[in-house]
């Protein structure tokens, strides 16, 4: 998914985009998906748009009523996000049952966060809170990261709204949230969510995509433009829709797997479907409650229901689905073919370094990650977070800690304006808990 985060440039160049209003009189939307996700559904065209608004399950409880992040039902402050990453949260790395392969799986379908992170945020909320723009996180005088750094606190972009940008007015009475790509399991973060981001990426002869030649193979597309995708650090990259391609190198390598569009989108349904869900939710819980159908081998299952707009729910962008940050783990493995030896690399080390695509053009490097991502185990999903997230998520090569992202995630959660976790049970069909008996 796809938050927008806020910069002058990006208020000034985003539009929303407009769905054709009679998808059916292009004959090419019957067999292709278009790549900003319009016409997925005939008869409402912008159901799962690219650059649509996020539906919710409640109302937001924004504090002014409109936009501004959610405070207590006192009407003062929520309590500092840092101070509660540090209390709730422990930091051990205990192994889970399945292999990290099924982790990152989920993390390329699940988010297109970064991408916006570096490319179009200009602004440093640290060096000016008051912007409306901005939310940034203040750091415990005591806590690690700020005593080591003197570092006072975490920079922090709100999202884009459609108050902010120039979309259709909804008539709802607060602002909303914007997705920048389509809610499809599209492979859009490859191929692109227009046809003009698309066209950076194609040959045009014989439906090639672009490559680079390095060290005598082909590999996915480097930018040319120093001014672009690569940020202000202007180094290396691939040009690719998704900017988490060079975030972190096991992440890169998910994405050199993916070509050939309508059919690797096939594949990649599938595999998310039926190899990643039942992992995720239970094979019994997929399959009882028809999120999944068994079927024979030449049998095909059609509950397409053109009523359900599949627009990404702000509750489980902003909250639920980051449950998974919790199992990301502190060090990723490159094994030898033999499966004799293994090299052990700390995540903060890799956080968008320029090193990153070097590392996976060298020798046999990338053939050893894939094999470390079939054989590290991914980390238990429980109340501990890794340290190289906790303390050092997007740690620079010249500091020694980083940024924190579970305090990010529960910045964003007010940035949202998320009711709170009660009126979530409550929703859900399940009572209250009081903090002292049920805690
Ligand atoms: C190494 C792995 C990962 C890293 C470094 C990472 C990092 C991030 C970052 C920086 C954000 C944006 C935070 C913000 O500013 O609000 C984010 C958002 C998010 N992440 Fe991850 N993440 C990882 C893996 C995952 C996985 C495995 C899942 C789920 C299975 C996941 C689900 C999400 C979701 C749903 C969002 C919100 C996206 C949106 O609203 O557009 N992430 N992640």
């Known amino acids: ?226 001014d672009s995708e690569c940020g202000e650090e202007n180094y290396q990259c691939y040009t690719l829709p998704d900017m988490r391609n060079q975030f972190i190198p096991t992440i890169a390598v998910l994405h050199t797997i993916i070509e050939a569009r309508k059919i690797n989108i096939a594949q990649y349904q599938k595999i998310t479907f039926y190899d990643w869900l039942p992992l995720l939710v239970g094979p019994s819980y997929a399959y009882n409650n028809n999120i999944l159908h068994r079927t024979a081998t030449n049998e095909y299952v059609y509950d397409y229901k053109p009523t359900v707009n599949a627009a990404p729910y702000a509750e489980f962008a902003a909250a639920a689905f980051r449950y998974s940050h919790n199992q990301i783990p502190g060090w990723f493995s490159l094994v030898s073919s033999g499966r004799n030896s293994n090299r052990t690399l700390r995540l903060s080390n890799h956080f968008e370094r320029p090193e990153n695509l070097n590392l996976l053009w060298d020798g046999d490097n990338f053939d050893s990650l894939i094999r470390g991502l079939t054989t590290q185990l991914q980390k238990r999903p429980d109340s501990n977070i890794d340290k190289e997230i906790k303390h050092y998520f997007d740690r620079k090569s010249f500091e020694e800690y980083g940024s924190d992202l579970k305090s990010i995630d529960i910045q964003r959660g007010r940035d949202y304006g998320l009711p709170s976790y009660n009126d979530m049970r409550v929703y859900c069909g399940l009572p209250e808990r009081r903090i002292g008996q049920d805690f």
């Open 1 to 226: 998914m796809n938050e927008i985060l806020l910069s002058s440039k990006l208020k000034e160049s985003f539009q929303c985009i407009t769905p054709p209003s009679d998808c059916a009189s292009d004959p090419k939307n019957f067999y292709y998906r278009t790549f900003d996700g319009s016409c997925n559904n005939f008869h409402t065209p912008d159901y799962g748009m690219a650059t649509s608004r996020y539906l919710r399950m409640l109302a937001p409880k924004y504090s002014d009523g409109v936009s501004s992040p959610t405070a207590s039902v006192t009407g003062s402050s929520l309590p500092n996000a840092r101070l509660l990453s540090l209390s709730l949260y422990g930091e051990s790395s205990l192994p889970d049952d399945y292999r990290t392969m099924a982790f990152y799986n989920g993390s390329i379908g699940s988010s297109r966060h970064d991408t916006f992170l570096k490319s179009n945020t200009t602004e440093d909320c640290c060096q000016q809170p008051e912007s409306n723009n901005c939310y940034p996180i203040f750091l415990h005088p005591r806590g690690p990261i700020s005593q080591s750094l003197s570092k006072k606190c975490l920079n922090f972009v709100r999202s884009a709204s459609d108050t902010n940008t120039a979309c259709r007015e909804s008539g709802a009475t607060y602002s909303e949230k914007i997705t920048m790509t389509s809610a499809f399991l599209d492979l859009s973060f490859a191929y692109g969510n227009s046809i003009n981001q698309n066209k950076n990426f194609r040959v045009f002869k014989s439906g090639q995509l672009k490559t680079s030649l390095v060290n005598n193979r082909n590999w996915l597309p480097l930018s040319m433009d120093p």
